[in-house]
């Protein structure tokens, strides 16, 4: 199979459909991420996905290279090959609204169940970038986060935050992006 990608190459958002790129220059102002690794999928999860890991740790989103154009995919995707991508411009992973884990105010979260009364349990949750939102609406950001806390007017999901292995936990308040 021939690479489609290769390390050093960028890629910038498409405007439809959502969560797609196009490969640009990395000089482009439009250039968006880089590719810091090309990787072939081996695992095979539940329906049909294949998982996708990297060896670099500075990764903030997988793009599954199958794809026509190629899309954007959180740890899975349809497509055997994929590229580890380091965004240009923020936020990076460990940053917030980055997408990646603990959640901190700012962050952007999806439910991956429908949102009763505002309030979600936490195992419910999955925190996502925040460009990332198109892709899978709707999508919250997280406004607040403490112990005993009243959430701000305006939100719209509260759900609360508990360190593995504690019975204790911190409410988190979000607001609909």
């Known amino acids: ?12 958002r498409n405007p439809k ?10 000089t482009d102002p439009a250039a968006e991420a880089k590719v810091a690794q090309i990787n072939f999928a081996e695992e095979v999860v539940s329906g049909g996905e294949y998982r996708y890991d990297c060896t670099i ?17 959180a740890f899975t995707g349809k ?33 991956s169940q429908p949102v009763k ?13 925040c460009a990332q939102a198109d892709v ?10 403490g112990k005993s806390i009243r959430c701000p007017a305006g939100t719209a999901l509260t759900f609360v935050i508990t360190p ?4 204790n936990g911190e409410t988190a308040c979000a607001r609909k992006v």
């Open 136 to 145: 899978f609406p709707p999508a919250y950001r997280v406004t607040a986060i």
């Open 164 to 167: 593995l292995g504690s019975i």
């Open 79 to 111: 497509g055997k090959q994929f590229a580890c991508m380091q965004t240009t411009k923020g936020p990076h992973a460990d940053e917030p609204g980055g997408g990646r884990t603990p959640i901190v105010v700012g962050d952007c979260v999806h439910p």
């Open 117 to 129: 009364n505002g309030i979600m349990e936490t195992q419910y949750i999955s925190e996502i970038r």
């Open 17 to 26: 459909p959502a969560g797609t790129y196009r490969k640009v220059e990395c």
């Open 1 to 12: 199979m021939p690479l489609k990608s290769q390390a050093g190459w960028c890629y910038a």
């Open 57 to 73: 740790d500075e990764i903030d989103f997988f793009l599954d290279l199958d794809a026509d154009p190629p899309v954007e995919a």
